[in-house]
């Protein structure tokens, strides 16, 4: 069974950095570098939204509102998943969650969400300003 594990989530002032990793493991059947690797967030009262993803081929996609800031990475030797954060706002505060699809990275990008097959637990992020 697939598993996700988030961690480097922290509280930090306004355009501060955080590092997010997400280490993956269970993937029996496929191996880590067959699937499509995403981060997510999900503020309070909001629904959970797209911030990047990283193709097979490590072909990218963010956010327009985190393009430039943020830079989503994998380490397939490692099975491993990072998130480096810079100049962080306070509308970055959010619970963060690794995910992984069999989707392709166009697919994804209409699909958000429910193109999604395994989720971590999450990892809080908090902006203040």
């Known amino acids: 069974q697939v598993q996700l594990v988030e961690s480097g989530g922290d509280s930090v002032q306004s355009g501060g950095s955080l590092r997010l990793s997400c280490a993956a493991s269970g993937f029996r059947l496929s191996p880590y570098r067959s699937s499509l690797m995403a981060w997510f967030r999900q503020s309070l009262g909001k629904e959970r939204e797209a911030v990047a993803f990283?193709?097979?081929?490590?072909?990218?996609w963010y956010a327009d509102s985190v393009k430039d800031r943020f830079t989503i990475s994998r380490d397939n030797a490692k099975s491993r998943l990072y998130l480096q954060m810079n100049n962080l706002k306070p509308e970055d505060t959010a619970m963060y969650y690794c995910?992984?699809?069999?989707?392709?990275?166009?697919?994804?990008?209409?699909?958000?969400?429910?193109?999604?097959?395994?989720w971590g637990q999450g990892t809080q992020v908090t902006v203040s300003a």
């Open positions: 995910a992984a699809s069999w989707s392709r990275l166009n697919t994804l990008r209409g699909l958000g969400t429910l193109g999604i097959n395994f």
């Open positions: 990283i193709d097979r081929d490590n072909s990218t």
